[in-house]
């Protein structure tokens, strides 16, 4: 098998996807406006971010295609890498963790000065760190669900909760062929149970009480490809089937404050050293990404 190098390794951009700015005036047009921001805090999310030109999401869905293939040299670097999650023909799922690791654009995508900036202000001016990424892929007509959930209720094991998702479109998403959909306000309803990500699109209706029930109004977020959105890690969201003829790729980025800890004595991804319960989260897997 041929060797592929650990990209986890590198904690700077390799190639030339995107550049950096050298000065604060040259991060000034990333900056989000007092409006997004604001729409964050009250209803749990803020969509409609542009973080990629049309040919940096081509050469993202060029290595996609290759890392996706189980048989790619590097797969043994994923965290997790399941072809269908749901185990379902009829409704697949492709989701995977760890391909930073493995794919230099999705590395550098890491480094992206657009969502860096975004996050950073997402997260209160506090320094960005990276904590893990995720493929959600649907193909055309039997593409699967992602259960309603709360990214959080998955992610226990580090405290204190100062964490953010952003997920980006590799293809334009729809109602139709599976779009992200979000519960507004859900962030102001606490802690969770976690339902089965794959499996049934309501099962977190068991765990909700009659007054989240009758709050629970899914507002769809169509994106054009190369848009994100972020959301609070306490929001319920989910995104149903795709029965139509186009696919829906996307990928995600997850992050905290630095100043994260441990909250297990276990490894906090699989294949990672653990990190003791109680220490601050960093090192090679967990790059500081933006300094503040």
């Known amino acids: ?38 729409h964050f805090h009250e209803f749990g999310y803020v969509s409609g971010i542009k973080l990629l030109e049309p040919d940096q999401v081509s ?18 670097l994923f965290h997790e890498f399941h072809t269908n999650e749901s185990n379902d023909p009829d409704s697949v ?30 997260l209160e001016d506090k320094a960005v760190r990276f904590w893990h990424d995720q493929l959600f892929c649907k193909p055309a007509q039997h593409g699967g669900v992602v259960a309603w959930h709360q990214d959080y209720s998955y992610w226990t094991r580090t405290i204190a909760m100062q964490h953010l ?9 729809s109602t139709e ?23 049934d699109m309501e099962g977190l209706m068991d765990y909700l009480s009659e007054e989240q ?44 404050a630095d100043g994260t ?9 699989p294949g990672v050293p653990p990190i003791p319960k109680g220490e601050k989260i960093s090192g090679s897997f967990f790059p500081l990404l933006l300094p503040r």
Not at 59 to 76: C, F, K, S, T, Y
Not at 93 to 121: C, K, T, Y
Not at 166 to 173: I, K, N
Request: glycine share 6%; hydrophobic share 40%.
């Open 213 to 256: 029930k009758a709050a629970f109004e899914p507002v769809p977020v169509p994106l054009k490809k190369g848009y994100a959105t972020f959301h609070h890690p306490l929001m319920v969201h989910g995104s149903y089937e795709n029965r139509s003829d186009r696919r829906r790729r996307a990928f995600v980025l997850n992050v905290f």
């Open 93 to 122: 799922l492709f989701h995977s963790l760890g391909h930073w690791r493995i794919s230099e654009a999705f590395h550098d995508v890491l480094w992206n000065p657009a969502f860096l900036m975004a996050a950073s202000q997402l």
């Open 177 to 199: 062929n599976g779009c992200l959909h979000y519960i507004s306000k859900s962030h102001t309803w606490g802690l969770l149970e976690k339902p089965e990500l794959a499996g």
């Open 165 to 173: 998702t952003c997920w980006t479109g590799l293809d334009d998403a």
């Open 1 to 38: 098998m041929a060797h592929v190098k650990d990209l986890s390794k590198i904690h700077h951009p390799i190639g030339n996807l995107f550049q950096m700015p050298k000065t604060p005036e040259e991060w000034e047009p990333y900056r989000l406006s007092e409006e997004q921001v604001a």
């Open 261 to 269: 800890v441990s909250n297990t004595n276990d490894p906090l991804l």
């Open 59 to 76: 050469v993202l869905n060029r290595e996609l295609a290759e890392i996706m293939d189980p048989e790619h040299p590097g797969n043994a």
